[in-house]
């Protein structure tokens, strides 16, 4: 007796559309809002640090991601500055950090542990560390 069974592929795709995020860069060609966006999210953007937190912190709706381009803002010192600050205020979105002083991407799997990546990732690169850190936004569609 022989048994087959049928295998219908299920397209994982990330529940991201209307992710609120929230990009701190001085970044001119905007690469990552641009990435950001069209991975379907709501992104807003801030070039100063104390701005960026406060709206995050202010925000009665919350964001779903705070993602930082650590280099104009004083490297990663700063970056540990500033999620110390949003722990301190109990704010509760996912972080991704982007820096030319990570040499390899780095996907932890803590739930409250920023995904890092170097500051020339790959569009790749990128798009597997948002996936990651948004891990607990996939949903299986059925089609």
């Known amino acids: 007796m022989q048994i087959i069974s ?6 994982i795709t ?3 559309f209307g992710a609120r995020v929230m990009l701190l860069t001085n970044d001119r060609d905007e690469l990552m809002r ?6 379907g999210c709501s992104v ?7 701005n960026a937190l ?11 991601l705070f993602v930082m381009e ?12 500033a999620i110390a600050t949003l722990i301190a205020a109990d704010a ?27 500051a020339a990732a790959s569009e790749t690169t990128f798009r597997i560390g948002f996936e990651h850190v948004l891990r607990d936004r996939l949903t ?4």
Request: glycine share 6%; with cysteine; net charge negative.
């Open 54 to 64: 406060a709206a995050i912190i202010d925000d009665p709706f919350g964001y779903d």
């Open 92 to 118: 509760k979105m996912r972080v991704m950090l982007v820096s030319r002083e990570f040499d390899v991407p780095a996907y932890p799997l803590g739930r409250r542990t920023a995904v890092c990546l170097p």
């Open 14 to 16: 990330h529940n991201c």
């Open 44 to 50: 807003d953007t801030d070039s100063e640090v104390y």
């Open 140 to 143: 299986l569609h059925m089609s």
């Open 6 to 11: 049928k295998i219908y592929h299920r397209q």
């Open 70 to 81: 650590c280099d104009s803002f004083g490297g990663i010192e700063a970056a540990e500055r």
């Open 34 to 39: 641009q990435r950001l966006v069209e991975y």
